[in-house]
């Protein structure tokens, strides 16, 4: 079945250090991915989404592109904040009325 | 636009108690909702979809008569935690996704922190 894997965290980096955080993905047909994020003590927020081979899905300075080559949608950022800390789930989903399907999530930390 | 909304926040009962926390689409109406349970450190685990105006459909492992959803209409989906004992205490979100336009994305509401003595 669809399955998503992202990398073990936790990440832990400095302030304005470059961020990946990887998310490969096992499905049929053409799924649309998204990168939603979770603050401490509250619910998912979406950061953003492709819903195409090539597409690339940015958000306040993150960005992440969809490569069915590879099958994976990574996210990136160039230059983290503090704020930026929080646990960071990739997903893939259709249009077919069922659940998304998440990762296990990664925990980011950005120290000052 | 897209705002989901959840109530209670949190709450903190008695072991054998209901519970019941309601799920709103705010400013659009969800063709589906769906709840999922979170663990400390964990992932989100699907729990059950529900339909305007029909069953839940609940994934495997977790009991029908012990988390009662309904969804009575396009903005409003209710988990209903029946006689409620510590293992019960999670993190529960509801998400849901718009009639239109999609493209599959779900809105998540702000979770519930359910806390069973």
């Known amino acids: 079945g669809d399955s998503v894997t992202q990398m073990e965290g936790p990440v832990t980096l400095s302030e304005e250090a470059f961020l990946t955080i990887n998310c490969t993905y096992t499905a049929t047909g053409y799924p649309s991915l998204f990168w939603y994020v979770q603050y401490p003590g509250e619910g998912l927020q979406l950061l953003l989404k492709a819903t195409k081979a090539d597409d690339k899905g940015s958000n306040k300075g993150f960005e992440a592109t969809y490569r069915k080559e590879t099958t994976s949608f990574h996210l990136e950022k160039g230059s983290v904040q503090v704020s930026d800390s929080a646990v960071y789930f990739c997903?893939?989903?259709?249009?077919?009325?069922?659940?998304?399907?998440f990762g296990k999530g990664t925990t980011l930390s950005v120290s000052s | 636009g897209a705002v989901v909304s959840q109530h209670p926040s949190w709450v903190i009962c008695k072991s054998g108690t209901s519970v019941k926390i309601e799920c709103r689409s705010l400013?659009?109406?969800?063709?589906?909702m769906f709840w999922y349970r979170q663990f400390p450190k964990q992932s989100l685990m699907l729990m059950a979809t529900?339909?305007?105006?029909?069953?839940?459909?609940?994934e495997q492992g977790v009991e029908k008569d012990k988390f009662l959803i309904n969804h009575a209409s396009l903005t409003l989906s209710t988990l209903t935690v029946t006689s409620a004992h510590p293992e019960d205490s999670s993190f529960y979100i509801c998400?849901?996704?718009?009639?239109?336009?999609?493209?599959?994305?779900?809105?998540f509401g702000e979770g519930s922190r359910l806390t069973v003595l």
């Open positions: 529900s339909n305007e105006g029909s069953k839940a459909t609940y």
């Open positions: 998400s849901a996704r718009r009639r239109e336009p999609s493209v599959g994305e779900l809105f």
């Open positions: 997903a893939l989903g259709n249009q077919a009325g069922t659940a998304l399907i």
């Open positions: 400013d659009f109406q969800a063709t589906t």
